[in-house]
């Protein structure tokens, strides 16, 4: 070492070594520890703001400093369960009859007619219901009558056990190859390579997706920090599924359009992004994403775009048949590496049914669980459950079967029909207009004259129900074959509602649109989600 150069790094310590000796060691020792303690909480702090903004980090902060003083946070608990018991509308009073333990004496095929008893004191829902019940007529006659005679033919199998139940193993074979075929599995682009599993409802599938998007990417790319990014009309099953499997969620706003903004989902794409998310219909809306504009962004990062045809699986395809402007939205675009599509609704199987689809078996791999040390034996499961229900799976086997294509490209002319009457009834009600342009059969409608939670709760009072929605305030229905005979009486009461409003403002009494109103401009997200989770732990 030059002599210069070592003479100068003598001077620095022995400098230093002058400095630091006019203090304690146990200062010296505490502060590198105190420093990278700061650091941490300072990491920690703008991490926060980067995640949740600068106005939502400053009020979470000033609302946890609030509930310090004494008396405040007992007085929001207080005030927030008064909101809790207002949701609920007496359900206490009606749980409290509700059984608790084992009668003594069974009742035997008596219980039957208990049964009975309690499916009377039902609402009426025929065709007063947004969505719920997708299937046409009267439970008792038709198409319910088939799907109830065939889960009963079923009720006592299960796939997992495929070596006892094969007939139900072909069941959902079939059912995952038909609706594969439906949504471009035989067109050239999509590989010829997919595949699925039939799950338990929307939310699984969207789930199974999610997980099998995450595993793929860490073992293809080496992502061990996740992240997903979905526009806000995507469905709260991802909000669910980043809780689930650990997984950072950006949720992004829509465009003018009310569809996902390829724009900025693409600024919140980084070396982490597993997954991008499109839906066909959204929930909220009933309108198509651009699939595929975030198909070629995904196929530009090498990531993974999922899907949501849950609403629109078994009613896009037909309506593409029928000449209706459908946007491409299947595997036939580059790009969508899965789909999940509800048979239970407009494929009008029983409640519990839908399907998971992938591009290839290296992506559905990833949704297995194999266990080779359980000293129960050697274990292989597909979906989240163990057992299903065989029963389910007969049912959506039987409906597809007994409808064909024929069949359902007759009921979504009879529904595409409707809500396009919908739409144009909506329309010709000065006071309301219908939110951004539906490519389906979920209207939603809004108002700047009046308040739209109060007409929500006056067609309550008229016996429908109908979904509350945020941002912007509006409500929708999703239309079935149950609204078919009696759309101009919706039209009537809808038009009725407005005008009751209109004339007569503010909130009828037992109604919740001050609660939607207020929780739609509340600030402090966290309070309107505890008041969410109070309000859930009160009635299950």
Known sequence: MDSSVKSFLLDVRASANSFLSEYEPLVLFSAPLIALFVASMLQSALQVLHENGLKPTLLGFFMSFVKLVPGVKSYIDAEKQKVVDKLQSGGKSVRESWRTELPSTGLGVGVI??????????????????????????????????????????????????????????????????????????KKSSGGQICGNMTSGGTESILLAVKSSR?????????????????????????????????????????????????????????????????APGFPHGIVDPIEELGQLASSFDICLHVDLCLGGFVLPFANKL?????????????????????????????????????????????????????????????????RPGSLIAGAWASMISFGEEGYLENTKKIMEVSKRLQKGIEEIPELFVIGRPDMTVVALGSDVVDIFEVNDIMSSKGWHLNALQRPNSIHICVTLQHVPIIDDFLRDLTESVKTVKENPGPISGGLAPIYGAAGRMPDRGTVQELLVNYMDGTC
């Open 113 to 186: 007619e208990q049964m009975k008893d309690e499916k009377r004191k039902d609402v009426a829902w025929q065709g007063k219901c947004s969505g719920a019940v997708y299937i046409g007529g009267s439970e008792c006659e038709g198409h319910f009558s088939l799907i109830n005679e065939a889960c009963s033919m079923f009720a006592h199998t299960n796939p997992l056990h495929m070596d006892v139940f094969q007939s139900v193993v072909r069941f959902e074979a079939e059912v995952v190859a038909m609706t594969a075929a439906m949504l471009g599995s035989k």
């Open 215 to 279: 595993d793929y990417m860490k073992t293809t790319k080496g992502i061990k920090k996740p992240e997903m990014i979905i526009p806000e009309s995507a469905h709260s099953a991802y909000d669910k599924a980043a809780q689930y499997f650990n997984i950072k969620l950006w949720r992004v706003p829509v465009n003018k359009e009310f569809q996902a903004d390829v724009k900025a989902i693409r600024r919140y794409i980084n070396r982490n992004t597993v997954l991008i998310v499109g839906s």
């Open 323 to 387: 000449g209706y402007p459908i946007p491409p939205f299947d595997f036939s675009v580059k790009g969508v590496t899965s789909i999940s599509a509800d048979v239970h609704k407009y494929g009008l199987a029983p409640k519990g049914t839908s399907v998971v689809l992938y591009r290839n078996h290296d992506l559905r791999k990833h949704q297995f669980v194999a266990v080779t040390e359980w000293s129960g034996g050697l274990y292989v499961s597909p979906t989240i459950a163990g057992s």
